[in-house]
């Protein structure tokens, strides 16, 4: 069911912790972090494949130029996240699944977009997937429709966790051999130790 699934690139922040240089262009083997995920979703045939941008719109967008993507601006990405996946959200047909991948976890393995997917096709009642690693949650989040308008209703500074209580067991852990799940790069310190890490378990 990858051809029912949409794909929310989150890239929409400032990137203050990372010297003001945009994480999305930072390096993932021979392509930068952003077409590394993007290409990735648009080979999984994920349609469409949204990216949210921010302040840093020009450079994401010319990095992405040639690719089957859709630019989406994020007016309140000051807000914080919630507000960059509104305003990917408004731009996704309301009848499709959602993998909401932001760029601060750009190593992830393909096997771990496997196990969600797989999650979701045996689960009826669950409508939010979150790989768990060692039991902890990570992203990317793989979202059912009946969960889009909370989201789209909660304020734009909200953390989006705050809805998992209500949906109690329609919320899925699922379980992954991929540290990947859990490595931001929101410095350029851990952006170099997840670099590292995700190159020594053979850069898939």
């Known amino acids: 069911m990858s051809g029912s699934t949409a794909a929310l690139l989150l890239s929409g922040g400032a990137s203050s912790r990372f010297g003001g240089e945009p994480k999305a262009l ?3 083997g021979e392509r ?21 941008v921010g302040p840093h719109r020009l450079p994401i967008a010319h990095e992405l130029r040639d690719s ?27 009848d499709r699944d959602v993998m909401m991948w932001p760029v601060d976890h750009p190593f992830v393995s393909t096997r771990t977009l496997d196990r969600l997917e797989a999650a979701r096709e ?26 889009r308008p909370d989201l789209l209703q909660l304020r734009p500074d909200a953390p989006m966790r705050a809805l998992l209580p209500e949906l109690g067991p ?3 852990r699922v379980p992954v ?9 929101d410095t350029p310190e851990e952006y ?3 670099y590292d890490a995700w190159i020594t378990r053979g850069g898939d």
């Not at 930068?32 to 949210?52: H, K, N, Q, T």
């Not at 000051?78 to 731009?91: D, H, I, M, N, P």
């Not at 051999?177 to 790069?185: E, F, M, T």
């Open 26 to 28: 930072a390096n993932a």
């Open 32 to 52: 930068s972090v952003i077409r590394r995920m993007a290409e990735l979703c648009v080979a999984r045939e994920y349609d469409p494949v949204v990216v949210v």
């Open 68 to 94: 089957p993507v859709r630019i989406v601006d994020s007016e309140e990405w000051y807000e914080g996240r919630t507000a960059s996946v509104q305003a990917g959200l408004r731009a996704i047909a309301e």
């Open 122 to 147: 045996g689960d009826d009642l669950a409508v939010w997937f979150i790989p768990t690693f060692e039991g902890r949650g990570g992203h990317p989040i793989l979202w059912k429709p009946p969960v």
């Open 170 to 172: 329609q919320v899925r």
């Open 177 to 185: 051999d991929d540290p990947g799940v859990l490595a931001s790069i």
């Open 192 to 194: 170099r130790a997840s």
